[in-house]
Every structure is written in structure tokens, then in C-alpha cells.
């Protein structure tokens, strides 16, 4: 079993940063893919339309990928020594408000889609204010 825990959420001003962070315990973390996907506030997360995909790594960092509203204002980075995953938010629009989520695929290739993550933490809120 996999346990992720955010952190580093808050409240900035538009043009404003923002580091998050995603701890992971359990014996297999530098194996694993891992994602940020974010959500508005009251809707509900079981539902694929409701998820958007923010940024994924692959199991040995050497691969990112991103959506096309961050690229270039966020970076995700990880630190298999300290079992942590990281997303940096540069340049923050309120666009950008959502409950972030942190994500771990066991089979180590970072995917766009909820449906191919094992795990997921309980949720850092990322307000931008205009």
C-alpha cells in the first residue's frame, strides 16, 4: 500500500508562485509514475469530466509531460531519495484555482487519464486571487 500526502497549498495573488509538494511512503516509490491533477471546489471527483491533468513524471524523472494551459509556468520534478514529488507554479493565474492532486501509477509510465493511477493523496487547495 502507497500513502501521498500534499502539501504547500494556499492563497496568491495572480503572478504570484507556488511550490507543492507530495510526500510518498511505501517501499516502491522510485518505481512509480506520478501525476498532478486538479479540480474546481464542490464537484465531485468521481467523475473523469471533472479531473483535469495538470503534469506526470516517469519513474526515473526523465520524462514530463503537461497540459497545454501550464506548460511553461509549472515543472514537475521528483526526488526518489526523499520519496517526493514536486510541482512548481510560476506566473499563477486565478484560472488556476482548484484542488491540486497528487497521483502514483505502479507501472512507472506517466499517463494524462485517472483511470491508469493506483494512488492518490487527499487534496492540496491552490487559490489565485485577481
Known amino acids: 500500500q502507497v500513502q501521498l500526502v500534499e502539501s504547500g497549498g494556499g492563497l496568491v495573488q495572480a503572478g504570484g508562485s507556488l511550490r507543492l509538494s507530495c510526500a510518498a511512503s511505501?517501499?516502491?516509490?522510485?518505481?512509480?509514475?506520478m501525476g498532478w491533477f486538479r479540480q474546481a471546489p464542490g464537484k465531485e471527483r468521481e467523475f473523469d469530466e471533472e479531473r483535469e491533468f495538470v503534469a506526470a513524471i516517469s519513474w526515473n524523472g526523465g520524462s514530463t509531460f503537461y497540459t497545454d494551459s501550464v506548460k511553461g509556468r509549472f515543472t514537475i520534478s521528483r526526488d526518489n531519495v526523499k520519496n517526493t514529488v514536486y510541482l512548481q507554479m510560476n506566473s499563477l493565474k486565478p484560472e488556476d484555482t482548484a484542488v491540486y492532486y497528487c497521483a502514483a501509477d505502479e507501472d512507472g509510465r506517466p499517463g494524462s487519464t485517472i483511470w491508469g493511477y493506483d494512488y492518490w493523496g487527499q487534496g492540496t487547495q491552490v487559490t489565485v486571487s485577481s
Open positions: 511505501g517501499r516502491s516509490f522510485s518505481s512509480f509514475a
